[in-house]
């Protein structure tokens, strides 16, 4: 655990490079934790755009993911210096042993979801809980000035979800709230962390970005 904790640490204070790259709302100087990857796409395109992932640490659910394409993205990642984490619940990084020492520029969560599909009252609250989870986790694993940042879908049921009032009852300020162009990241492709190979329907989605309130 030590020697982890090393890498992890000598991962995220990488800051040799001269030159900011950047893609969409992000740059190669952040130090960024990403929760709940479903194929890892998300931060493979990060890695690719900046031709560095040693500032980038890619946090999956599942324990591993066998997929052709997540151990494509794996391998881009790996190979670019990122560190990929198997077994990660977004709602209790804060306790893991290497995580919950680090902090971040930014902490992403791509579509958060439980898995429950139902629609009712009882998927709708356990749904909020797993962002609540995830803020109360994420807000003290943060910079002063960094943020945090939630997609989500911004119509029909996933807008009872009310991610601002979320956020801002776990104390957090509501910076901006940006549409959601995936042409922005290449090589993207939206699925669940929980599991399933077909990608959804991302249209429309906001990228809902938080701070700590001064």
Not at 77 to 88: A, C, N, P, Q, T
Not at 91 to 98: E, L, S, Y
Not at 156 to 182: H, V
Request: one cysteine or more.
């Amino acid at each position: 655990m030590v020697q982890e904790k090393e890498v992890i640490n000598n991962v995220c204070n990488d800051s040799k490079e001269s030159f900011v790259k950047k893609i969409g709302v992000y740059n190669s100087k952040q130090r960024i934790l990403l929760v709940g990857e479903g194929d890892f796409s998300f931060s493979a395109c990060l890695a690719v755009a900046f031709g560095s992932a040693s500032n980038i640490i890619a946090t999956s659910l599942d324990s591993h993911r066998t997929s052709s394409k997540s151990m494509i993205n794996k391998i881009k990642l790996e190979s670019r210096g990122d560190v990929v984490m198997h077994g990660i619940d977004g709602r209790r990084m804060i306790k893991d042993a290497v995580l919950g020492s680090l902090k971040f520029d930014c902490i992403v969560f791509n579509f958060p979801h439980t898995g429950d599909f139902g629609g009712t009252e009882f998927d709708l609250r356990n749904n909020k809980e797993l962002v609540r989870g995830f803020i109360r986790s994420a807000k003290k694993m943060i910079n002063e000035d960094g943020g945090i940042h939630i997609r989500h879908k911004s119509n029909g049921y996933f807008s009872l979800w009310n991610i601002p009032k979320i956020g801002s009852d776990q104390g957090l300020l509501l910076i901006r709230k940006p549409k959601f162009d995936r042409s922005q990241y290449p090589g993207y492709h939206t699925k669940y962390g929980f599991g399933g190979n077909k990608d959804f329907d991302c249209i429309p989605s906001r990228t809902y970005i938080f701070g700590l309130l001064a």
